[in-house]
């Protein structure tokens, strides 16, 4: 009678679920082009954006607002949004990948303008300020911590946490604050999102620096501050302390501002980002060709041919384009267009990736299990190699709770992003199952029985990683300036750290070039 | 020797069953089960341990001594579950009957095998003495943490449970009476006071049903005389004479008493400022008490009730108690019942109201907090037909000042002219609402007759605030940061620390 014990938590046998997206096996193909049928046909348009991501939806939303119609974009995946995707399902709509915008800035002005197109932005108050359709911003409670067995308002590490933890906190966003409050002789910030609106080179010596470096050279020592400022780092990078430049480590705290009215509050929606994918693809919902891999993109006689492979007819086909968005990662971009193919680029080794694992669990009702703070939007675990999981229901307007389905979020920061992500490339789906709900374990013991369904994405190249020397460095900078007409180069990777805006503003930011090259058609 | 041998796997599985009894009691009372297990664990084990500290102190008559240590367990823990049951509704020191009840039971349990080790000493080598006793008591706990999840939980619940494995051991103590006989001067006396245990616990187990009820019973004070758990919330109804009470979720929703101050407050402040109030809209209000006093005027054309829980609106449509009480208002031929979320139905709907009366649980949680909120009042304005009037309901302006008012500012901002008015109901205390409009609501023309409670005469005075209940500076309720909830649940902790 000495004995106490808890038993160990089970999985239910008749869980289902799958490993969702057909992203990497299709790209393998463009590793071997010469097995894939050659192209047929010659279909002539003005515009070809090659990726349905945020900058090939962007782009094609901007040149639909200019009057550019004959556009089309292609996209591998069967549905669009890239890696701001999402699905829906009897019980609601669910993010696989980008789940939230923070409050754009008065540098932001391209996505302020999405927002008001679409109603997030209502109007403008006396002062000027944007007010917001709050059903749109995160309902209270945002987010919440699961530390030494209990969840804890917030995310910062406090409860146990000594008076040097926090002095150290207290001292470092002072810091934050003296960068973020810098400006320029022109008026500009040091850090600014979209980046483009930022002094040029302020502050570049900090990307000679890892942050881990960074920190530890201002006695910056305490665990929890230096927990939550990788948290930052591995949610916004997909990167550690020690493989995250110092000058994109410095940007994810010093680039925003907290709104006066309504704080540091995010936009949010059952789908994620998704919700404003859906929206920047409405405009040209008829344009968006879907299971189609684009092989290859080369000058041709009276433009650039773009060579499509589509998998479920088994046929390549070609498109001769006037102008070409290139809206895919840079070092798919280096596969396709057929110059870098014969010749690599030599900023094309610089671009690394992080690869992530995206899980969506189907439960008949919220999670239970350790007691404290209720259960919020954002709900991180301290003492985890993920991040946690968001509540696609949490912005429902329901008053009594039903059904809900959790996304997990893991990047794998580290040093060796390939041998991670041939690991989690070559994974199988139980195997992933178990670890997901293993980590979900501690907080809700009671889970593994409760999941209904449990489907996984597996990111092989999610973000790029802002490492030491990258983010303004020469590689970056020429990929960026590589490409002047009539290819062009839009994406995310550009900005050398992956967020909505800096991926919106290169795909507007395309568009508006084109427009300038194609005066006849605007 | 076989017979002691059974004796120790009961009192084993006895010791364990009582530990599990009252953690699982502990969180189905409490909720957080973690803490509830691991602390009701940690101090059962930590009692255990002192009590085989004391078994020292016991020099003489050790067979008695276990004895009565066996009928004193199976009394004490066997009452356990019961007793707990009833503190929760009966005293605000809930954790200390736990606690004090959990070291009571971990301490007799910790004497009885060291005093059985003793008793056996002569019996057996040391050596094989210890190694029988100690694999019989993990092979006893072990027999206890299956069959108290799979078998006594399900088929006898908590309160039978525990009474059962009382009897158990109490039913040792009586075998050992012959087991020890040489050793016993008193059996007689132990014979007697074991059997007066076995029919105190007997009785219990036969009367738990009973048990059950009056426990909950004892949590709502009267007389149950309906409970049913929807697919939403606990429905519970009392009567006392000829008091009827409702509570949801364990919270008062009205008494037969009072609630007419409550209803003819609500709606007539509203639907009598209205020129012509054809079409009514009731939000949340499923018993029908709103409706009653709707269906009073001749101009209503129409009366849309939307609550999301079909169990609440068939039984104020069906049950007969429950109709004496809403004078059969659901069945009249001019209301509509729609069992859906408020929030979800006023977002689809495109008709329009003269009135809306909301009724809605206070703002206990997140998820009640977002009816209370700007974006929901400002969906609720632009169902509003020209000259419309809302009628809210408010908690109290007394007790929950901030929230009140918090409720005023959020109808301003959403664009209503407000006009916040209270009123005395005695099972709730003074009770705030809010009348509010397109344009600022007139003053009520003529009340139908037959009101219990409000004239035109009294009326202006309901708006007037006494300098206790008077404006305070608040925060709008938004669905970015329910502060609402966060007042209500930080004024009425002041007042209920329990809660
Ligand atoms: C798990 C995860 C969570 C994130 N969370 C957030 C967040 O909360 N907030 C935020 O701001 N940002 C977040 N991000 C980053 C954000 O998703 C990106 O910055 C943004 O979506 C990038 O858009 P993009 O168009 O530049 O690139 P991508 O999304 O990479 O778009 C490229 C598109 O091109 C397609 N494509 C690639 N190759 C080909 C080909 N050969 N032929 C045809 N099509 C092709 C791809 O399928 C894809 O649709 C997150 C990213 C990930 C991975």
Redesign the interface.
């Known amino acids: ?6 038993c160990r938590a089970s999985v239910a046998s008749s869980l289902e679920g799958e490993i969702v997206g057909a992203g990497h096996r299709l790209g393998h193909l463009l590793r071997e082009p010469g097995r894939l049928p050659p192209p047929s046909g010659a279909e002539r348009v003005a515009v070809a954006i090659v990726g349905g991501g945020v900058a090939g939806l962007s782009a094609a939303w901007q040149l639909a607002r200019a009057g550019v119609r004959d556009l089309v974009v292609l996209e591998l995946e069967d549905t669009p949004g890239g890696n701001a995707r999402s699905s829906v399902s009897a019980v609601t709509g669910y993010p696989w990948g980008a789940h939230y915008l923070p409050l754009p800035g008065q540098a932001a002005h391209g996505v302020r303008t999405l927002l008001r197109e679409v109603g997030v932005i209502e109007g403008v108050d006396r002062a000027g300020r944007p007010v917001y ?3 749109h ?6 987010e919440r911590l699961f530390l030494l ?1 209990r969840w804890h308002e917030g995310l910062f590490p406090a409860p146990g946490a000594g008076a040097e933890d926090r002095a150290q906190l207290e001292r470092f966003r002072q810091e934050m604050d003296g960068y973020r409050r810098w400006r320029d002789g022109a008026g500009r910030r040091a850090f600014a999102v979209p980046r483009a609106a930022g002094a040029p080179g302020a502050f570049a010596e900090l990307d000679r620096v890892s942050m881990a470096d960074f920190l530890t050279a201002r006695g910056y020592t305490s665990p929890r501050l230096r927990w939550w400022v990788e948290y930052g780092c591995r949610d916004d990078f997909g990167s550690d302390l020690a493989h995250t430049s110092a000058w994109a480590g410095v940007h994810y705290h010093a680039a925003r501002d907290a709104d006066p009215e ?1 704080g540091d ?1 995010v936009l949010t929606w059952p789908e994620g980002n998704g919700w404003l994918t859906r929206r920047l693809a409405e405009p040209v919902a008829d344009r968006v060709r879907l299971g189609q891999l684009v092989v290859n993109v080369e000058p041709v006689a009276g433009g650039v041919a773009v060579d499509a492979y589509d998998a479920r007819a088994e046929r390549t086909r070609r498109i001769v384009a006037r102008e070409v968005v290139l809206a895919c990662p840079v070092f798919v971009a280096a596969r396709l267009y057929r110059p870098w193919r014969e010749r690599p680029p030599a900023f094309a080794a610089a671009f690394r990736y992080a690869p992530w694992l995206v899980a969506n669990l189907h439960l008949d009702r919220a999670p239970t ?3 404290g703070a ?1 259960l919020a939007w954002d709900n991180v675990l301290y003492d985890s190699p993920a991040l946690g999981y968001v509540v696609a229901t949490h912005q429902s ?5 039903g059904p809900t389905v959790l996304t997990y979020y893991r990047s794998y920061p580290g040093p060796d992003p390939a041998a991670t992500r041939r690991a989690l490339l070559d994974a199988s789906w139980a195997t992933l199952r178990d670890g997901v709900l293993r980590d979900l374990a501690r907080p809700h ?1 009671e889970l593994a029985r409760e999941v209904r369904r449990l489907d996984v994405m597996r990111y092989g190249h999610a973000m790029v990683r802002p490492e030491v020397g990258f983010v303004c460095g020469a590689a970056r900078a020429a990929a960026a300036a590589a490409l002047s007409g009539p290819v062009h180069l839009a994406h995310g990777d550009l900005s050398g750290f992956s967020l909505f805006e800096e991926a919106f503003e290169w795909g507007t930011r395309t568009a508006a070039r084109i427009c300038a090259r194609l005066p006849r058609l605007t | 020797m076989s017979a002691i041998y059974v004796s120790v796997v009961v009192v ?1 599985t006895a ?2 069953v009582y ?1 599990l009894v009252a953690a699982a009691a502990a969180s189905y009372l409490l ?2 089960s ?2 509830q ?1 691991s602390t009701v ?1 940690g101090a ?2 930590f009692a ?1 341990g002192v009590g085989s500290f004391l078994s020292r102190y016991v020099r003489r008559g050790v067979a008695a001594r276990f004895v009565e240590v066996e009928i004193a367990v199976g009394l004490v823990g066997g009452w356990t579950t019961t007793v707990l049951f009833v503190a929760f509704a009966q005293t605000p020191h809930f954790r200390v009957v736990l606690y004090g009840l959990v070291g009571v039971v971990g301490v007799l ?1 910790g004497l009885e ?1 060291p005093l059985l080790l003793r008793l056996l000493r002569g019996r057996l080598a040391f050596s094989e003495l210890v190694a029988q006793v100690l694999s019989l ?2 092979a ?3 027999l206890a ?1 299956l069959l108290f999840p799979l078998l006594l939980v399900p088929r006898l619940g908590l309160i039978r449970t525990s009474l059962l494995v009382g009897l158990a051991n109490v039913a040792v103590g009586l075998w050992s009476t012959w087991i020890f006989r040489r050793e016993l001067a008193t059996a007689g006396y132990l014979r007697g006071l074991a059997v007066a245990a076995l029919v105190c616990l007997g009785g219990g187990a036969l009367a738990a049903e009973r048990i059950t009820t009056w426990s909950e019973e004892r949590l709502y004070a009267d007389e149950i005389i309906l409970a049913r758990t929807s697919a ?1 919330q606990r429905i519970v109804l009392t009567r006392w004479t000829d008091d009827l009470r409702l509570f949801l979720n364990g919270h008062l929703q009205f008494s037969s008493r009072d609630e007419y101050r409550y209803h003819e407050a609500l709606v007539h402040p509203a639907v009598a400022a209205h020129a012509a109030p054809r079409r009514v809209l009731v939000l949340g209000g499923g018993d029908g008490l709103a409706v009653r006093e709707i269906v009073k005027y001749p101009a209503v054309q129409s009366v849309t009730l939307v609550d ?1 829980d079909p169990e609440m609106t068939r039984l104020f449509s069906h049950n007969p108690v429950l109709i004496a009480v809403n004078g059969g208002a659901l069945r009249d031929p001019r209301v509509r019942v729609v069992n859906a ?4 139905w006023l ?1 689809q709907t495109r008709e329009a109201f003269d009135v809306v009366i909301v009724d ?1 649980p206070d703002p206990h ?4 907090g ?2 209370y ?4 009042y400002r969906l609720l304005r632009a169902r509003l037909a020209p000259g419309g009037l809302v009628s809210v309901q408010a908690t109290s302006p007394m007790f929950a000042r901030r929230s009140f008012w918090c409720i005023v500012e959020t109808l301003r901002s959403a664009g209503l002219a407000a006009r916040p008015y209270h009123v005395y109901v005695p099972s709730f205390g003074e009770w705030g609402f809010v009348l509010a409009g397109l344009e600022p609501p007139a003053a009520p023309r003529a009340y139908p007759d037959g009101l219990r409670f409000l004239t035109t005469e009294a009326t202006p005075a309901l708006f007037v605030f006494p300098p206790d209940m008077a404006a305070v500076p608040v925060e709008v309720n ?5 502060i609402l ?1 966060q007042y209500y649940g930080a004024e009425w902790q002041r007042i209920f620390p329990s809660l």
């Open positions: 009678m000495l004995a106490a014990g808890g359709d709050e059903r911003l995160c309902h209270a409670p945002q067995g309504y509050v299990g350790a007691g209720p307007l329901r008053s009594h709770p013991p | 084993a010791g364990l530990e909720g957080d973690i803490t297990f664990i059962y084990l255990m349990v095998i008591d993990y006893g706990a072990l943490s939403y999301l979320d408020a929030f979800v977002g809605f949680n997140f998820s009640l977002k009816l909120s700007r974006s929901f938004r669905l970015d940061n329910q909830v």
